[in-house]
Nanobody, 124 residues
Framework: QVHLVESGGGLVQPGGSLKLSCVSS????????VGWFRQAPGKEREAVSC????????YYTDSVKGRFTISRDKSKNTVYLQMNNLKPEDTAVYYC?????????????????WGQGTQVTVSS
């Protein structure tokens, strides 16, 4: 399994921005498909955004389209999730996950490796 570490979460006011980072140690993350998932209390874990191995294909759930952007920095072995115009309903624990197939999957069980999560709270 790939060891993943998320960072960048925090408390932000509605309309604010955060940039989440997912770093891999010991593995070249560009070889993997990477997804950002979130889970709010009492809700199922959902795919927020995913990127394939080459970066050509991406996925965004409808509620974040136009506000969130997923990207890779190969030199830093990192996948980012830039989140703009945040809303209270974006509040959740955000997880990054990696799949060795290198594909864009939205089903959590398709991912073999998970980070520990980072809390994002959007509140005034």
């Amino acid at each position: 399994q790939v060891h993943l570490v998320e960072s960048g979460g925090g408390l932000v006011q509605p309309g604010g921005s955060l940039k989440l980072s997912c770093v891999s140690s010991g593995y070249t993350l560009e070889h993997y498909g990477v997804g950002w998932f979130r889970q709010a209390p009492g809700k199922e874990r959902e795919a927020v955004s995913c990127i394939g191995r080459t970066g050509t294909y991406t996925y965004y759930t409808d509620s974040v389209k136009g506000r969130f952007t997923i990207s890779r920095d190969k030199s830093k072995n990192t996948v980012y999730l830039q989140m703009n115009n945040l809303k209270p309903e974006d509040t959740a624990v955000y997880y990054c996950a990696a799949n060795a197939a290198g594909n864009v999957f939205i089903a959590p069980h398709k991912y073999e490796s998970w980070g520990q999560g980072t809390q994002v709270t959007v509140s005034s």
